[in-house]
């Protein structure tokens, strides 16, 4: 895992470096898939990143990805899917951004672009109260055989397919929602759910007898997916994103919903 967590490092330095000698590009005239908008890929079903309240999505990506629309004169539309679908909906041309609490990996990288990362996110374990697994270390043990719980193609779910299903340390059951998960995990389908951080601590806070585990599982950057194909929205997406990060528009962002 040390290995993975490197190799993901070293990748984001690339990019961070890449994206920082972007040249500056005009916002006129940028190719989107319908003209004047920027269509926004995600799955609400993540808070506080992305997620529905009164009937309309919000969330710390909603809100930045809003904040570079209109710095490029454009207007946000966001198209809600499941998670899985995000990567291939930017890769095949029906929507301009992916933005999901989404994190830079190599098998990421060879299908879209990221942006700089403008989050940092925790992935964590979340267990019953009287679960045997006290610690992530628990889940590499000599003879360890637990069932993880997952939202599918997340990286809770690459993560745990990596380092525990492949290495014959557990299986993995994948879910479609967080929620699902997590109800699964409640009924005594699976041992224990691995989520990033603040979702965690919002469906540990609705369920009764669950808990969080006080070691992390994984540390990890979000940023941005662009179509390999758009090179010209990438540039234009990533420059507004870093000015919004140096003017503090960001950190209030994540503020309002995190705090500090």
Known sequence: ??????????????????AGCAPSASTSGLKTVEAGKL??????EFPPYEFVEGGKITGIDVEIADAIAKKLGLELKIENMEFDSIISSVKGGKADIGVAGMTVTPERLEEV???TSYATGVQVVIVTENSTITAVDDLFA?????????????????????DIEDEGLGTVDRYNKGADAVMALKTGKVDCVI???????????ENEG????????????????????????????DNALKELIKDGTVASIVGKYIGK
């Not at 895992?1 to 890449?18: D, G, Q, T």
């Not at 269509?39 to 609400?44: D, E, G, L």
């Open 1 to 18: 895992m040390k290995k993975l967590f490197a190799l993901i490092l070293a990748v984001m330095m690339v990019l961070s470096m890449l």
């Open 39 to 44: 269509i926004m890929a995600t799955n609400a």
């Open 113 to 115: 672009s990221f942006t």
């Open 142 to 162: 000599e003879g360890a055989n637990h069932t993880i719980g997952v939202q599918l193609a997340t990286t809770g779910d690459l993560y745990s397919t990596w």
């Open 195 to 205: 989520i990033d951080n603040e979702p965690a601590k919002a469906f540990v806070a």
């Open 210 to 237: 669950l808990k969080i585990l006080d070691t992390e599982y994984a540390v990890e950057d979000y940023a941005i997916a662009i179509s390999k194909n758009n090179s010209e929205l990438l540039t234009a997406v």
